[in-house]
T-cell receptor, first 116, second 115 residues
Framework: AQKITQTQPGMFVQEKEAVTLDCTYD???????LFWYKQPSSGEMIFLIY??????QNATEGRYSLNFQKARKSANLVISASQLGDSAMYFC?????????????FGKGTRLSVIA | DAGITQSPRHKVTETGTPVTLRCHQT?????MYWYRQDPGHGLRLIHY???????DKGEVSDGYSVSRSKTEDFLLTLESATSSQTSVYFC??????????????FGSGTRLTVV
């Protein structure tokens, strides 16, 4: 079974609008961490945001927020006020275990296109 | 000041030839990883290392071997390259989880084409 599922291969959003990228995960470990990365056309992996399984509040980083619904095992990324520079691939990833010793497992990604 | 350097950045090789990709880090991180990225698959783990001479297999390890004789270097070897190994290869390291990126740093990637 896939540990990370991203069901949207591609999405379009109008500039200045908000967009939600979906991510569901599967783990039986009570301690885990969820990550979102951005990969622009240049290819580098850019860390966006992190949510720990014991964190009480949803993580936020500037225009990025993570809608963490633990019971549903979902960790959706919300980008507010989309910009043309947000056009990229976005990956959801998870590490399991309290010490994070296990490697990151990635979803297949969502390609976001921002339209002017 | 790059923490991770991957070499080469691009390589074209012929089917059946051996290929070694190098990942060099200056962060003294214990954990190092090799991933491959293919369209429609995201990043998939090939091998990882949790210390010098300590390595383990990932999801897609067939056809690959690794070595880590020094903390700073993690080598990925394709013993006999096949066209199915055409991919972009990323190295990553993990440091302290409370760093600004929560510990994970990625290299710039190596684009390998097997013809």
């Amino acid at each position: 079974a896939q540990k990370i599922t991203q069901t949207q291969p591609g999405m379009f959003v109008q500039e200045k609008e908000a967009v939600t990228l979906d991510c569901t995960y599967d783990t039986s470990d009570p301690s885990y961490g969820l990550f979102w990365y951005k990969q622009p056309s240049s290819g580098e992996m850019i860390f966006l945001i992190y949510q720990g399984s014991y964190d009480q509040q949803n993580a936020t980083e500037g225009r990025y927020s993570l809608n963490f619904q633990k019971a549903r095992k979902s960790a959706n990324l919300v980008i507010s006020a989309s910009q043309l520079g947000d056009s990229a691939m976005y990956f959801c990833a998870m590490r399991e275990g309290p010490r994070g010793n296990t490697p990151l497992v990635f979803g297949k990604g969502t390609r976001l296109s921002v339209i002017a | 000041d790059a923490g991770i350097t991957q070499s080469p950045r691009h390589k074209v090789t012929e089917t059946g030839t051996p290929v070694t990709l190098r990942c060099h880090q200056t962060e003294n991180h214990r954990y190092m990883y090799w991933y491959r990225q293919d369209p429609g698959h995201g990043l998939r783990l090939i091998h990882y290392s949790y210390g010098v001479k300590d390595t383990d297999k990932g999801e897609v390890s067939d056809g690959y071997s690794v070595s880590r004789s020094k903390t700073e270097d993690f080598l990925l070897t394709l013993e006999s390259a096949t066209s199915s190994q055409t991919s972009v290869y990323f190295c990553a390291t993990r440091g302290v989880l409370r760093e600004s990126n929560y510990g994970y740093t990625f290299g710039s990637g190596t684009r390998l084409t097997v013809v």
